[in-house]
């Protein structure tokens, strides 16, 4: 066993530093990996998709006698699931991306492209003289132009609208809407100001806000290119569009400012979901680092609940409150402005005249994504993870059949149950109900008002489990969940279920749930260690997004420093034997998220998010020049992957 653990920050981890080597977890760990086979479930068996046939002759689990036997059937099935060859750590760096030589890659949509043919033209920021650019313009471009920072996102095929086929006759394979997240984009990128240096105008934060949110567009293959085309769809949703609030907090004097100013805005969208009725769910993460406080009329003193949410004076440097008011916490006028942000957000991608709705029954926290599940019942299950270190998994689970709910007019999702997870040491673990039933939750807050405004808090009350940052879920093959837990380099207790401390790496946890979703208990196992893979030429750290197919398979993107120098990258693991396979990596400086495909999964569509950080020195991507030439700035853009 390793005595040295090493010390790695990716961009999100600065974590505090903790030289301990001490891991008395790994034997639990060991028992709970033996448990594999029980938590996997049957094997789907699917037509001949891009990522390869899980043909008929793969064994079903456990049906092997021996172990020399399993080990024979494994092999075949990753032989089958990974039907391609990888890119090795070597091809994996630098200003351009490497993909699998059996798949190739399109670019599309990078920032400021406009959002449908004929839309305004993306201009880029005069970065020697920024003063001469005129920001009113650009603001008022970016409302009609492609956000900035492409996060998570889904492809609803043309044809859930269109009665089977679209007006030329193809099935919506190719041809549909994308609904994309835009997370953030330095100011340095989007309006030349320097890191460290605040804007300066009104008109240059509303060019940062309009660049956030998120994006619907209609995209076609033509030609076997894919293309986005003029739409009845298409709309951005930015920081200042009009939304409307939904379920328990709807109405409440928390979400009410002084000055009576209407809910505008979504905002830090970070990972994404899809409901059974065909909407699209984005999810706001990192709302807290975009206010502050100005102590322009009085000092602000935050609260409790704005202590626990991260709020500061200075955020995260954005600066939108010294001009924006509504994001200045020391402002009278809007107080509970915050309140507003931190919420999951339907969308409907087929009517561009919907107002998002925020769903407040989901609670408010920094939501990474939102997996949707069908449990008992016809029940629908949302599974979540709040991005910070030390913090929690969460579940919603509706009040009743969703298809019943929705003949009644009623959203599923907003009357039913939120939990928070709690796991134990022995590979089992409870969901705790964050209601007013529960005495933990009664004897700290009045209503259901102050318990989902106040989510962690509340989950702080009913003793759920601190993690190692929860990122995306993804539900595999017998509705195994998947979770990352993308690092924590500040734990310096482990316990079975984050049993590193440090944790720089992160991990992969997954579990299954008692009563199809919806109950109580759930067993649980780790299934991946990131620092388990160092060394090898499947190294990944900062397990970030995920997906996972009816095949077993089992997509990871990370978002942090990747060892031997690979920027980073998209890989495929097998959800029965952990074995990994790299299918792309991405440019210096960048991130990998988001990941959806077209029905047929023919077509992949995955993100790069800020490439170079932003820095034309390091890569003029989605400008495919080999050596920088350190004046074309950068732009995230989505990969359309095929074989
Ligand atoms: Fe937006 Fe936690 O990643
Ligand atoms: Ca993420
Ligand atoms: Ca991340």
Not at 200 to 216: E, F, W, Y
Request: glycine share 12%.
């Amino acid at each position: 066993m390793s005595s040295k653990i090493e010390s790695s920050k990716g961009k999100h981890d600065e974590g505090v530093s903790n030289p301990s080597d001490n891991r008395p977890f790994h034997d639990i760990l060991a028992a709970h990996l033996s448990r594999r086979t029980v938590l996997t479930g049957g094997l789907a068996v699917a037509a001949t998709t891009v990522f390869g046939a899980a043909g008929t002759a793969l064994a079903a689990p456990g049906r092997a006698d021996d172990d020399r036997g399993r080990r024979r059937d494994d092999r075949r099935r990753f032989r089958r699931l990974m039907d391609f060859r990888p890119v090795k750590v070597a091809d994996g760096s630098g200003p351009l991306p490497s993909i699998s030589a059996d798949y190739e890659y399109q670019v599309m949509i990078p920032w400021g492209e406009p959002l449908e043919p004929g839309g305004p033209a993306y201009v880029q920021v005069d970065f020697e003289n920024p003063g001469d650019t005129d920001f009113a313009d650009l603001a008022e471009r970016q409302t009609r132009q492609i956000g900035i920072g492409h996060d998570g996102m889904t492809y609803f095929p043309i044809d859930r609208k269109r009665g089977g086929r679209d007006r030329d006759g193809n099935a919506g394979n190719d041809h549909g809407v994308l609904c994309i997240n835009h997370e953030f984009g330095d100011n340095n990128q989007v309006i030349g100001v320097p890191q460290g240096q605040l804007p300066v105008s009104l008109d240059q934060v509303r060019r940062s806000q309009h660049a956030h949110g998120v994006s619907v567009v209609e995209i076609k293959k033509v030609g076997g290119i894919w293309q986005q085309v003029k739409s009845d769809f298409a709309r951005r949703i930015h920081v200042n569009t009009p939304v409307t609030f939904s379920g328990p907090v709807a109405g409440h004097p928390l979400l009410d400012t002084p000055n009576g100013n209407v809910p505008l805005g979504t905002a830090n969208n970070c990972a994404n979901g899809e409901t059974p009725w065909g909407t699209y769910l984005t999810c706001e993460e990192n709302f807290n680092g975009y206010f502050g406080a100005t102590n322009a009329e009085q000092p602000w003193v935050p609260t409790e609940a704005q202590l626990r949410y991260g709020f500061s004076q200075a955020g995260f440097g954005y600066g939108w409150h010294t001009v924006d008011r509504r994001f200045d916490l020391s402002d009278q006028d809007y107080v509970n402005e915050e309140n507003r942000f931190g919420w999951v957000v339907e969308i409907d991608p087929f009517d561009a005249t919907q107002t998002p709705v925020k769903r407040t029954a989901l609670g408010r926290f920094k939501h990474e994504g939102a997996t949707v599940a069908i449990g008992r019942g016809g029940r629908v299950v949302v599974y979540m993870g709040d991005d910070e270190v030390f913090d929690y998994i969460y579940k919603f689970v509706s009040a009743d059949n969703w298809q019943a709910m929705l003949a009644r007019g009623e959203s599923p999702l907003d009357r039913g149950t939120l939990y928070a997870a709690r796991f134990d040491d022995n590979g089992t673990g409870e969901w705790l109900p964050l209601t007013m039933g529960n005495p933990a939750i009664a004897a700290k807050f009045s209503d259901m008002g102050e318990v989902l405004t106040f989510t962690r808090l509340a989950a702080d009350a009913a003793g759920a489990t601190p993690m190692d940052r929860p990122e995306w879920s993804a539900i595999g093959p017998g509705g195994t969940v998947y979770f990352t837990l993308t690092n924590n380099s500040g734990r310096t207790v482990p316990d079975a279920a984050n049993p590193l401390a440090p944790n720089p790496d992160g991990h992969i946890i997954r579990f299954k749930d008692s009563a199809d979703h919806t109950g109580l208990r759930f067993d649980w196992e780790i299934f991946l260690i990131a620092e388990d893979t160092h060394g090898t030429e499947d190294t990944f750290s900062d397990p970030d997004g995920l997906f996972a197919d009816p095949d077993g398979r089992l997509f990871i993107e990370t978002d942090g420093g990747q060892k031997d120098g690979l920027n980073n990258q998209l890989l495929v693991a097998d959800t029965r034997t952990g074995e990994l396979r790299r299918l792309f990596t991405g440019v210096t400086g960048d991130e990998i998220t988001g990941l959806t495909m077209t029905p047929d999964r023919r077509t992949l569509f995955i993100n790069t998010q800020h490439p170079g950080n932003g820095n034309p020195n390091l890569t003029n991507f989605p400008v495919l020049n080999a050596v920088p030439d350190g004046v074309t700035v950068p732009r995230d853009a989505t990969f359309v992957i095929t074989r």
